[in-house]
């Protein structure tokens, strides 16, 4: 496969694993496939290779997910503009980590995730700001989460900061969380494809790593519709803390012991 330097068979059944669990996590939570994948298989790969391995198995996570979500109308009609700024932001973001891939945007994502997850603890989960101006936010929360798509392949955080402000639950927040992953990945597939020389065969060697995506995802959505909006609240923030110190142990291993 490309971008590895050998493939053996325990790299690929640990892909297979990055792949499956992730899709469990994602299926569960309806976030977390690309946090956790990308560190995993970055562990046998470069990181450039790692996100292009995912990237399929990413939109297919992402669009199962949204199967498992039932109607999307009072979504569409509450957040129909989010998709379109991280469309704006992916766009950028994919084209800066074509031009700069080494820039450290893992340390910028998790520094803005822990300076949230600290503050809401002050705040004791209240931000009236936010829900006062629910529409002046939009712009910024949906942009940064393409621009960290694109870049650190990671779009979940600066979404969940928002959607968790205005005090929306869970059947609105992980389809809502879904359509914004769904424009931010096809974005970024484009952009790879027309202006980062990833070829079709490329893409097709990652396809059978779809259906091990997949089963997680339904196995993760059971879970997540027997869990109530508090507890799944609970989770989604013990998960921010969990990438924030992930996202800084990848930069570590990437830079400093690889």
Request: aromatic share 12%; hydrophobic share 55%.
């Amino acid at each position: 496969m490309f971008g590895f330097e050998s493939i053996t068979f325990g790299i690929i059944l640990w892909i297979v694993l990055a792949v499956t669990l992730s899709g469990l996590i994602q299926g569960t939570l309806g976030f977390g496939f690309p946090f956790i994948a990308t560190p995993m298989v970055a562990m046998v790969a470069d990181m450039r290779t790692a996100v292009i391995t995912i990237l399929l198995p990413t939109l297919a996570t992402t669009i199962a997910t949204l199967l498992t979500c039932g109607s999307l109308k009072p979504v569409l009609k509450r957040f129909w503009l989010m998709p379109v700024y991280g469309f704006c932001g992916a766009l950028a973001g994919t084209w800066v980590f074509v031009g700069a891939p080494n820039f450290p945007y893992q340390l910028l994502l998790a520094a803005i995730i822990l300076l949230y997850l600290n503050l809401d603890r002050i705040s004791k989960g209240e931000w009236p700001l936010i829900r006062r101006h629910e529409r002046a936010f939009a712009p910024l929360a949906g942009a940064a989460a393409g621009l960290f798509e694109g870049t650190a392949n990671v779009a979940a955080p600066p979404l969940i900061i928002y959607y968790l402000a205005l005090g929306i639950g869970p059947a609105m927040l992980v389809p809502a969380l879904q359509i914004c992953f769904l424009i931010g990945k096809t974005t970024q597939f484009s952009v790879l494809t027309l202006r980062g020389g990833v070829g079709m065969a490329q893409w097709a060697a990652t396809l059978p790593l779809v259906a091990f995506a997949i089963s997680g995802v339904f196995i993760g959505a059971r879970i997540r519709h027997r869990i109530d909006a508090e507890t799944y609240r609970v989770w989604v923030k013990r998960a921010l803390w969990v990438i924030a110190f992930a996202l800084l142990a990848q930069y570590v291993y990437l830079n400093w012991l690889r």
